[in-house]
């Protein structure tokens, strides 16, 4: 009876979840437009703030990152980094590698500025990182 | 801060996420959490009383940190209302689990293909026997609720059956939006009759 019982609001809850799982976008957004759930919204400001902060985080490792590759470039030499991608990567980033060619402290902080060659130390970084592990 | 493994793919997905996504999904997750707590109570392990804050924000707050830092996987497969859910869902059993068993180490996720299947998953018995009185007759108030309306009544037989939405509605003849209606409807009478 009991088992019977429990079974029953078991299956009752399970029903109400797949109700509100499948509940229109679209009924939500007006009904929220027309009675603010403020839980909501604090969360809301909560996930922004968190966004940000994360994304300020990822951008100072990517920094970091950048800086000890160039370290590791002026050590081991450009021609070390190329051996990791193959010739046909190495054919398309070439515009990238040259740039590193003959770093003068200029050129290494234009690089640390410059977004596009972060984002292509990041893919270096990566595959650094993918030998490391293979060693 | 510290960013998790799955900051970067995550991250690339959550751009293209809009506020009013974000407020249906936390919507959906609010009232989900807390059905779910009614439901894990069946159990007899009252997740809510042990870990010492709102259900709602504790549970809530944990799931999309986690997925915004990176810490746990945005799956490819899963959008992130379903995402969010299994989560939270994952969160609330390892919470039950660490109240009713010694064992933490047991703790898993299981994913199952169609996350509706989750939502009717019958946890073992741990209930005391006040309890068993107060189950019988929050569905004997459901039962009487259900009484002298046909539709109400095929209902309340199709939840005994442990039937899905999509089949009750077609059982009915009707689209599960209309269903989701009816239903409401006698979970009003039934809030109705325990105010009365």
């Given at each position: 009876m009991s088992t019977n019982s429990k079974q029953i609001l078991n299956n009752l809850y399970g029903l109400m979840l797949e109700i509100n799982y499948n509940r229109e976008d679209e009924e939500i957004i007006l009904e929220l437009e027309q009675k603010p759930d403020l839980q909501i919204n604090s969360h809301l400001a909560k996930i922004k703030q968190l966004t940000a902060k994360l994304k300020a985080e990822a951008m100072k490792a990517r920094y970091a990152d950048a800086l000890n590759l160039l370290k590791k470039l002026k050590e081991q030499g450009i021609d070390e980094f190329k051996k990791m991608f193959s010739t046909n990567e190495q054919a398309n980033l070439v515009p990238m590698f040259n740039k590193f060619s003959e770093l003068s402290k200029k050129d290494e902080e234009a690089i640390l500025e410059d977004q596009e060659m972060l984002q292509f130390m990041s893919i270096l970084k990566e595959r650094t990182d993918e030998n490391t592990a293979d060693d | 801060m510290i960013l998790g493994p799955y900051y970067t793919n995550n991250h690339k997905r959550f751009s293209s996420v809009t506020p009013d996504d974000w407020k249906i999904v936390l919507y959906k997750c609010k009232k989900h959490i807390r059905i779910r707590l009614k439901q894990k109570t069946l159990t007899g392990a009252h997740a809510a009383s042990t870990i010492g804050s709102d259900p709602v924000e504790y549970y809530l707050g944990s799931a999309y940190t986690k997925l915004l830092e990176g810490a746990w996987e945005w799956k490819q497969q899963y959008t992130l209302l379903e995402q969010m859910i299994r989560a939270i869902d994952s969160a609330i059993t390892k919470q039950v689990e660490k109240h009713t068993t010694k064992?933490?180490?047991a703790l898993r996720i299981i994913y199952r293909d169609?996350?509706?299947?989750?939502?009717y998953v019958v946890e073992d018995d741990h209930f005391e026997p006040d309890e068993e009185q107060k189950f019988k007759e929050q569905a004997d108030a459901l039962h009487d609720a259900a009484r002298g309306d046909t539709e109400l009544e095929i209902i309340y037989e199709a939840i005994c059956e442990g039937m899905k939405r999509a089949d009750i509605a077609e059982l009915l003849g009707k689209s599960p939006k209309q269903f989701d209606k009816l239903k409401e409807k006698l979970i009003n009478k039934v809030r109705k009759s325990q105010q009365s």
């Open positions: - | 064992k933490a180490e169609d996350i509706t299947d989750e939502f």
